[in-house]
């Protein structure tokens, strides 16, 4: 017979639980011919060996599934390994018949993990999103609204931006004075260049929550590029206040108050988002800024750094054979500019630099100044670079904005 330890309840010997409590049995057991009474005093050794025969059972079915989870990584990693071979074998024949570029191809393999990549933290971030919409929500049909946001930040997710969209607006006018849901449909619609509906949305927003920073960052880059100076200014300062190490509102600060001719203020915050984002566009704008003060060697020292990140930096190499020029080192000035015109042969700027002789007045470098967000016209190559700048940024803020929420600020 086998007794419950827990409950003292005799079983037969086959019995894995108790008949009367369901409790597992464990290893008390006595023969036949002792009695209930010595049960019932059971000695420490009894209860110190039920406690390790419990870990011990327990440790053997996690023994188990690891091992089982360990084989399973080895096939994997196995089938990974032949399939890398294969695809090798593959290119390796096709390059052999020219019929593929391997340089090409491995380009494309990037991009498309990079791809793959982005759209799964973009749906993770639509994902959490949904959940801050609707833990704000405050109407009476909450069924509908939850399907209705689902649904919007679904299809949004998926690539469908502009149906996505009409959904949440169908939301929200089942809780209009929901910030979140208001900061959503205004950020996409800055992502599709609607500036105008943007602002709409995102000063609702502000209505709401006067502090709400994503609201702020985005309607001073709005009013900045609607040549709203003071707006800007405004809307910008503020979102720095509520997050100091924003790349993107020093950015957009520094730029604007470079096309104030505030070049003192303007290097600090160009400065402080190089010190967040090391990038050659922020080495150049920080140079460009320097000589405009007149501080040549600083600005050398910055575009320099510039075409070490990136050697194909057309406007710093024209920029730093500009200073070259003006400091009579023509020779190196001819070098730099040559390689502006190389990699972008469709500069006036950059031919009219080469054919350029001794005492020849040549056009200014790119400014630092304010660069339009919105395509309203076919941006240079140069400013196309410092747009593309932002807006990576702008890409991937709201995933840490979602995180800081979670943490409240002290």
Avoid at 366 to 393: N, Q
Wanted: proline share 3%; charged share 30%; hydrophobic share 40%.
């Amino acid at each position: 017979m086998i007794f419950c330890q827990r409950c003292k309840k005799a079983n037969t010997n086959d019995a894995d639980h108790c008949e009367e409590c369901g409790a597992y049995l464990l290893l008390i057991s006595r023969p036949a011919s002792s009695s209930s009474t010595e049960l019932l005093e059971n000695t420490l050794e009894e209860h110190l060996l039920e406690r390790v025969s419990a870990l011990e059972s327990a440790l053997a079915r996690a023994n188990e599934r690891f091992e089982q989870l360990l084989d399973l990584a080895q096939q994997q990693a196995t089938g990974s390994f032949y399939d890398h071979m294969m695809l090798e074998a593959l290119t390796e024949i096709l390059t052999e018949m020219r019929a593929v570029n391997p340089d090409e191809l491995e380009q494309r393999w990037r991009n498309r993990v990079a791809r793959h990549y982005e759209e799964t933290v973009e749906r993770e971030r639509l994902d959490e999103r949904c959940e801050q919409i609707i833990a704000v929500y405050r109407g009476l049909t909450r069924e509908d609204f939850i399907d209705l946001v689902e649904e919007g930040t679904l299809l949004i997710s998926e690539g469908r931006t502009r149906r996505g969209l009409r959904m949440l607006e169908s939301a929200l006018l089942l809780d209009e004075r929901n910030p979140e849901l208001c900061f959503t449909i205004g950020e996409y619609y800055f992502h599709l260049g609607k500036s105008l509906e943007a602002a709409v949305y995102l000063r609702r927003t502000l209505d709401e929550q006067v502090n709400h920073f994503g609201a702020r960052l985005l309607l001073g880059l709005i009013s900045g590029d609607e040549g709203e100076a003071e707006s800007a200014r405004i809307h910008l300062q503020r979102a720095l206040e509520l997050d100091e190490s924003s790349f993107a509102a020093h950015y957009g600060l520094g730029r604007l108050l470079v096309r104030e001719g505030q070049l003192v203020a303007a290097l600090q915050h160009l400065k402080r988002a190089l010190a967040l984002n090391p990038t050659p566009e922020m080495h150049y704008l920080v140079g460009r800024a320097y000589w405009d003060q007149g501080r040549s060697e600083q600005a050398l020292k910055h575009l320099q750094k510039a075409i070490r990140l990136d050697p194909s930096f057309d406007a710093a190499q024209y920029g730093l054979g500009f200073i070259y020029w003006h400091s009579n080192r023509t020779t190196e000035a001819r070098e730099h500019f040559r390689a502006a015109y190389e990699i972008n042969p469709q500069d006036s700027d950059y031919r009219t630099a080469v054919q350029a002789r001794v005492g020849d007045k040549l056009p200014v470098p790119p400014a630092a100044g304010w660069s339009a967000i919105f395509s309203r016209r076919k941006a240079k190559i140069t400013e196309a670079r410092f747009i593309d700048l932002l807006l990576r940024d702008l890409n991937s803020f709201s995933i840490s904005l979602l995180q800081a929420r979670k943490t409240p600020r002290k």
